[in-house]
Structure formats: structure tokens, C-alpha cells
């Protein structure tokens, strides 16, 4: 394939997931997504968004079973997103985005930080995975692995560690810390853009390890959780994350 040939391909695929599961995260309080540069200047807060689910509950089977999609996002993601907007406007929380948002994670109550690290977090999550994933990275996400952890198999060993580790509910992660990749993990529903996150950098993979994640399929096994999730892993997505 030519250098030209290469590029169109991984711009079309680039737009590609930008169409399917582009769908901002966050709407400002008027519903409007718009990023102009009069929004900037309104000091209207925020509220948090559930992004449609970009695949269908059964199709992440049978790694992930449709009943666990259905209940996690229909109920837990959902009842995350409607207490953190409860409590934006309870608590007259006024950040206008997310980032000021978890990066004043600190100063705000544990109703507004456990929520929004769930609304946040699972909206991420769904677009870490997809139907069929690609089994592995490609282009120079390959050669970031390699060199953070010497090889995708390390690399996973070491992310199923941090997972599989990770005592009672939280989350794994993979993130970019500078030129480094970092692996590590958060309790809760903390997330790595949290001021007073116990791990932080910016966030490229997540996987929920809450055992509402895998409860009615994998029972107590969290490690054959963990080994099958690697098949609907969205590295096309996860390379999009990385700059
Ligand atoms: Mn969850």
C-alpha cells in the first residue's frame, strides 16, 4: 500500500468512527453542541449526556452478553448521568465543561464526583469496544506499546494485572502520561482527569471492572471478563485517543 493509499485509508476510517460514534459527550444546559466561540463566553453550566449506545446490546456477544449491555447501560449508566445533572444544579456546580469539571474533582461533593465519573467514564467505556474488534493495534500505537511495555502481550499482561487487581468496584486504565503510555487503576468510578485521582494522565482505554459489568455472565471469574473483553476492544478508537 502507498504512503497516499495509507493515509486515505485511515482518514476514511478516522471519519468513519467520528460518524458513527462521534456524538458529543457533553451538551451545554440549552442542549446545544456547538463549540463557537460564543459559547465559550456564556457561563451557562453543563450537563452531562449519555451518548446513544453505538452498537446493539447483543452484539458484543458472547464476550459481553446483551441482558449486562441492556441493564448496564439502561440503568446504571443512565441513573449516573441523571444524579450528576441532579446535583449540577442542586449544588449550583457552575464548571462549563468537562475537563474544569473533573479537574476541580476536589472541591466537589461525592454526589457530583461519584456521578460524573460514571456519566464520563461509561460513555467512554461504549466506545472502547465494538462488534468484532480488531484483536490488536495497528500503525504507531504499535510501536508506543512496544516501547512503554515491550510487547502487546506485556502490555495486556500487565493491564489484566491492574485489572484483575483492582479490589472491590473500579476501573482499569491505559493512559498517556507526555510520549509515556501508563497502566493503572482507579476506585469507584474515579477517572485519570481527576485533580485527586490516586492515577492520572489522559485517558486512551478503560475497562469497567464494577461487577455489575460482569456479573450475570462470568459470575465471579473477573479474569475470564477481562480475557474475552480483548475481542471487542476498539483499537481504531483507542489510536484516535492518542496524539
Ligand atoms: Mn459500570
Known amino acids: 500500500m502507498t ?5 486515505f485509508v485511515k482518514d476514511a476510517l478516522a471519519a468513519t468512527v467520528l460518524t458513527t460514534i462521534g ?16 459559547d465559550a463566553h456564556t457561563a451557562a453550566p453543563f450537563e452531562f449526556k449519555q451518548i446513544p449506545l453505538p452498537y446493539a446490546y447483543g452484539d458484543l456477544e458472547p464476550n459481553i452478553d446483551a441482558a449486562t449491555m441492556d441493564i448496564h447501560y439502561n440503568k446504571h449508566h443512565s441513573t449516573y448521568i441523571k444524579n450528576v445533572n441532579e446535583a449540577i444544579v442542586a ?9 474544569d469539571f ?24 461504549w466506545q472502547s469496544m465494538k462488534p468484532n474488534g480488531e484483536g490488536k493495534p495497528a500503525g504507531r500505537l504499535v510501536d508506543v506499546i512496544n516501547g512503554s511495555f515491550g ?6 499482561e500487565q493491564f489484566a ?8 468496584s473500579g476501573w482499569a486504565w491505559l493512559v498517556q502520561d507526555g510520549v509515556k503510555l501508563k497502566i493503572g487503576s482507579t476506585a469507584n468510578q474515579d477517572n485519570p482527569l481527576m485533580d485527586n485521582s490516586e492515577f492520572k494522565g489522559t485517558p486512551l482505554l478503560a475497562l469497567d471492572v ?27 478508537e483507542v489510536a484516535r485517543r492518542f496524539s
Open 210 to 236: 464494577w461487577e455489575h459489568a460482569y456479573y450475570l455472565k462470568y459470575q465471579n471469574k473477573r479474569a475470564d471478563y477481562i480475557t474475552n473483553w480483548w475481542n471487542v476492544v476498539n483499537w481504531s
Open 3 to 7: 504512503t497516499s493509499r495509507r493515509k
Open 151 to 156: 510487547s502487546l502481550d506485556k502490555f495486556k
Open 102 to 125: 473533573f479537574s476541580h474533582a476536589s472541591s466537589l461533593s461525592a454526589k457530583a464526583r461519584n456521578n460524573g465519573g460514571g456519566a464520563w467514564n461509561h460513555n467512554f467505556f
Open 161 to 168: 494485572q491492574a485489572a484483575t487487581s483492582r479490589f472491590g
Open 91 to 99: 449544588e449550583n456546580i457552575t464548571f462549563t465543561n468537562e475537563k
Open 23 to 38: 456524538t458529543p459527550l457533553i451538551l451545554n444546559a440549552a442542549g446545544r453542541t456547538s463549540h463557537s466561540p460564543a
